[in-house]
């Protein structure tokens, strides 16, 4: 902390109605702190999962970090600036006599994984202990904002009770606030910041109320001297006298602090979950939604993906046709890479964006109410059955979305054998990027059944996993501990539309960087190879597809697909491709046939060129060939974004004996499905 702000009186300091600004001037013009420096003072937010750590950081930094209802949400340090504003002091300044200015502390905030307690029994859970229990000055944060959960006081204040024993400096912020009142638990703020012995402030991040109220005790907090640690009367080799003592400062505590002990009668959350998490009926209901989720997504958003699709292909292609020709550039190799290559790939993917947001905002309502933990529970069932670890289905849940947070979850598991093996199993989760080729392809093929298709393919996911899963487990890694699922549920509440709107821009910004980003070279490294002859005397980006460097190579590889009835090169060059991004399937089919133009009475649309590629390639079966090449897209080698991510986890030898599993598992999978399936169909 700088001298300027040590210095700072704490009777300078008055409520800000709004704790995040954008700065502060004093009155003669200069600004006084522009962004946190190097000295900048290091607040960290603490607190166990389904607390609100990431929603109270987003709303201070203006940051997008995910969020969930689950541990392993954040399984790495995040970092932003919390821009506060304060009340008058005293203007020190040299150049000028002004009186007053308006004060400002730029704070770095950081958001520490999830834990109960400095009792680790996670790598994450340990990256917490160790960065609070640093020495003063090498890394450890200037003052702690602990999260606790109102509607359960006593539960959250275990970990209180440990920094306590600390010479740290500690704000108890509280949420849930409006749980607790629906559970007639009344919190007094005023007695409980006595019995503790730290701030106390009552907060809502999710509505964005009592910010300000925070922003006052933490600014008051760093102006204040370190305090001292509790004493501890029990012998600190004496984990049970400990635990005894703490428990006995927390029931003084949640006595003081509390109106009584809530209703007694079963709340709103314990009579769902008698059904959404018995036996049976709660797989059904979980199958039920998630059912829901991909039929709504794939009729709702149908008609603005056709609107966006006569769009890139008509007015906005002939558009671009004409300005080639008006600029003299018509029938170029510049006008091919811009109008087959980048219109034509990217613009085809981008027709899938109303898709994708209708999906994120339906899963992201399912994660704000509550339910995701609970589907969490629901399907640990399965696993337990065949003895994997219960808590590895979090990061496998985080894998539906993305793959490559979902590497880095695995970090919530205590045993290193844990991690590399859910770590081979998260590529067989259907991520978002494949649900854009799923759907495409279900709409192609199946019709008004598109989203069932999809469904089913979510269905063999969670399959897949638990099939790998149990072959590993049994040859591998047949000694491995077994480790129940211990999660806090989250009560049931009514999802909000900024933090709704907030998850779903997250996710949806992160498809079109990708679509802005890695696809757009993969779409000008596909149009290069298109555009390079090799069989044919043609021009460079003149040459007939199937004579170009990229139909070449396809066509190479193409007869050892032949057994699972999409043995075309069209569609095995997209697998190719599929290497680098899932998404990449889409924009290289509309790459090829974009350059190829259909004869005469052949259909020119996409849909129409892929259903006749796959009927001639089967034989007459392009249905069960089509669901081949679904399943094979599901359980190979996923992208390389994952591949980095699994390399940085669990090293080279467990990445590369994960891509020959996953490449295995795809292909005979896929001749599986295709020989049965066109015994019926």
């Known amino acids: 902390m700088s001298e300027r702000r040590t210095a700072l009186p704490d009777a300078a300091i008055r409520e800000s109605a709004d704790s995040v600004s954008l700065g502060a001037v004093c009155h003669c013009g200069g600004v006084l702190n522009e962004s946190a420096g190097a000295d900048a003072p290091v607040v960290a937010l603490v607190g166990a999962p389904n607390t609100g750590k990431s929603t109270l950081f987003n709303a201070l930094t203006g940051a997008r970090v995910t969020m969930g209802n689950w541990p392993g949400t954040t399984v790495e340090v995040s970092r932003g600036v919390w821009r506060t504003t304060s009340a008058t002091a005293v203007c020190d300044c040299a150049e000028c006599d002004c009186a007053e200015k308006e004060w400002k502390l730029d704070i770095t905030l950081v958001d520490l994984p999830g834990a109960y307690s400095l009792d680790p029994h996670s790598p994450d859970e340990a990256l917490t202990r160790d960065l609070l229990l640093q020495v003063p000055g090498d890394g450890r944060p200037d003052l702690c904002v602990v999260l606790a959960d109102s509607s359960r006081l006593s539960h959250s204040l275990y970990l209180v009770s440990q920094l306590r024993e600390h010479a740290l400096k500690i704000v108890v912020a509280l949420t849930m606030n409006d749980i607790a009142a629906r559970r007639d638990v009344k919190v007094d703020v005023v007695a409980l910041e006595r019995a503790l012995g730290v701030p106390v402030v009552a907060i809502d991040p999710r509505q964005r109320k009592g910010l300000g109220p925070l922003a006052e005790a933490v600014r008051s907090g760093l102006a204040a001297p370190l305090p001292d640690a509790r004493p501890v009367g029990a012998d600190p080799d004496d984990p049970d006298g400990l635990d005894e003592e703490r428990f006995c400062w927390i029931a003084e505590a949640v006595e003081a602090g509390t109106d009584g002990h809530g209703a007694q009668h079963p709340s709103f959350s314990d009579r769902i979950d008698r059904w959404a998490l018995a036996p049976f009926l709660g797989p059904v209901i979980f199958l039920a939604l998630m059912w829901l989720v991909f039929q709504i997504t794939t009729t709702v958003a149908a008609p603005m993906q056709d609107f966006l699709d006569e769009l890139f292909t008509g007015p906005i292609t002939d558009g671009t046709l004409a300005l080639f020709s008006a600029v003299g550039l018509s029938g170029s190799w510049v006008e091919g890479l811009v109008v087959r290559g980048l ?339």
């Open 343 to 681: 219109i034509a790939g990217v613009g085809m993917l981008l027709t899938f964006v109303p898709l994708m947001t209708l999906m994120f905002i339906l899963l992201a309502i399912l994660e704000d109410s509550g339910y995701m933990a609970r589907a969490a529970v629901v399907v640990d069932r399965m696993m337990r059955a065949i003895g994997l670890p219960g808590k590895a289905f979090l990061p496998l849940i985080v894998g539906f979305g993305c793959n490559v947070p979902a590497i880095s979850a695995t970090r919530i598991l205590p045993d290193s054998r844990q991690r590399v093996l859910t770590a081979l199993l998260v590529p067989f989760t259907a991520c978002t990027a494949r649900l854009t080729v799923f759907v495409m392809v279900g709409v192609t093929f199946f019709g008004q059944y598109a989203g069932t298709a999809v469904f089913v393919m979510y269905l063999v996911s969670i399959h897949l996993v638990v099939l790998c899963g149990f072959l590993l487990r049994r040859t591998l890694w047949r000694d491995m501990p077994y480790d129940p699922l211990v999660i806090d549920l989250p009560p049931y509440q009514r999802p909000t539309l900024r933090l709704t709107a907030s998850v779903t821009w997250l996710r949806l910004s992160g498809f079109l960087q990708t679509a802005g980003g890695i696809i757009v070279a993969t779409v000008c490294g596909v149009w290069l190879l298109q555009s390079i002859p090799v069989t044919s005397d043609a021009a460079f980006g003149a040459v007939d597809t199937a004579d170009s460097a990229y139909g070449v190579v396809a066509q190479a590889i193409t007869p050892v697909f032949g057994p699972t009835g999409f043995a075309s090169w069209e569609t095995t060059s997209t697998m190719v491709v599929g290497f680098v991004a899932k998404e990449a399937v889409i924009s290289a089919w509309a790459q090829t046939y974009a350059l190829d133009e259909p004869a005469e009475g052949e259909a020119g649309d996409l849909g129409a060129r892929v259903f006749a590629d796959f009927n001639e390639s089967s034989g007459g079966h392009p249905y069960p060939a089509a669901l081949a090449f679904m399943v094979f897209l599901l359980a190979y080698t996923p992208c390389v974004a994952t591949l980095a991510s699994q390399w940085r986890e669990i090293g080279a030898k467990w990445t590369l004996f994960g891509v020959v599993m996953q490449l295995a598992a795809a292909y005979v999978l896929a001749v599986a499905v295709f020989q049965v399936g066109r015994l019926f169909w």
